[in-house]
C-alpha cells in the first residue's frame, strides 16, 4: 500500500520511499523529510527481519529484502529502546517487548529503581540500485530516563514507549509533546537528518 506525503509537503523531484506498516513512524518521517523537500510515500512492505543485537545489522538486512521487493529508492528504520538497569533491555527487541509487556511491564520492572536512565537509537538504512549490495546507514539516539507512569497528552498523542520516556532537557514524555516538539529530540529524527543531508547532497542535480 503506498500512501503519498502530506500535501502540506506536495512531491518534487525524486522520489523514496519509507518501508513501514507503521503510520506514526511515517508521518513523523514525511514531516522531517517534507520539510527538507525530500518526497517520500509508505509502501508496507515486511522486510526480513533476522534475529541480531545490532540494530544496524537488522535495518541493512530488512531494507536490502524490500529493495528486492519492490526495487525502489527505500529507507527502513529499526530501534531499540536500550535501559541502563535492565542491561540494555529490551534493546532491539523493544518491539516485542512492547507487544507482551507493555509499558505497564516495563514499569513493573522498574519498580524501586533508582537508575532510570535509558536511550532510544535508530538506523534509517537506504537501498538503491547503487547500494543494492551495501546499504547506507545512518544512527540517531535520544538519552532520557523512564518514567515512574504513562504521561500522555490531551489528544493521546505517541505510540510504543513514547509515554513512559523523557528525553534529557524535556519536562515532557515524547507522547506529551508534539510532532514537532518530538522531532526536536528524538532518535529517530537525528538518524533522518543524516540521512537526509547525505542524500540532499548527492542527489542535488536530480
Request: aromatic residues 10%; hydrophobic residues 35%.
Amino acid at each position: 500500500m503506498l500512501k503519498n506525503a502530506n500535501p502540506e509537503f506536495p512531491l518534487k523531484g525524486k522520489m523514496i520511499f519509507f518501508a513501514t506498516a507503521n503510520i506514526h513512524k511515517f508521518n513523523e518521517a514525511r514531516h522531517i523529510l517534507g520539510n527538507l523537500e525530500i518526497a517520500i510515500g509508505m509502501l508496507k512492505l515486511k522486510g526480513d527481519e533476522i534475529q541480531s543485537d545490532n540494530l544496524q545489522e537488522i535495518a541493512e538486512k530488512s531494507v536490502q529484502t524490500a529493495y528486492k521487493q519492490c526495487l525502489l529508492p527505500i529507507i527502513v528504520e529499526d530501534a531499540g529502546l536500550f535501559i541502563d538497569t535492565l542491561q540494555g533491555f529490551p534493546g532491539p527487541y523493544a518491539a516485542y517487548a512492547y507487544k507482551t509487556l507493555n509499558n505497564n511491564g516495563i514499569l513493573k520492572l522498574l519498580e524501586n529503581k533508582e537508575n532510570r536512565q535509558a536511550t532510544f537509537k535508530s538506523i534509517i538504512s537506504y537501498c538503491d540500485d547503487q547500494t543494492r549490495f551495501d546499504p547506507l546507514s545512518f544512527y540517531g539516539q535520544s538519552q532520557g530516563t523512564i518514567t515512574t507512569q504513562e504521561r500522555h497528552g490531551q489528544d493521546k498523542r505517541g505510540f510504543g514507549f513514547d509515554p513512559i520516556f523523557q528525553p534529557n532537557n524535556s519536562p515532557k514524555t515524547f507522547a506529551e509533546m508534539t510532532m514537532q516538539e518530538k522531532n526536536s529530540h528524538s532518535h529517530r529524527a537525528e538518524a533522518l537528518h543524516k540521512f537526509a543531508q547525505w542524500y540532499k547532497s548527492n542527489h542535488a542535480t536530480e
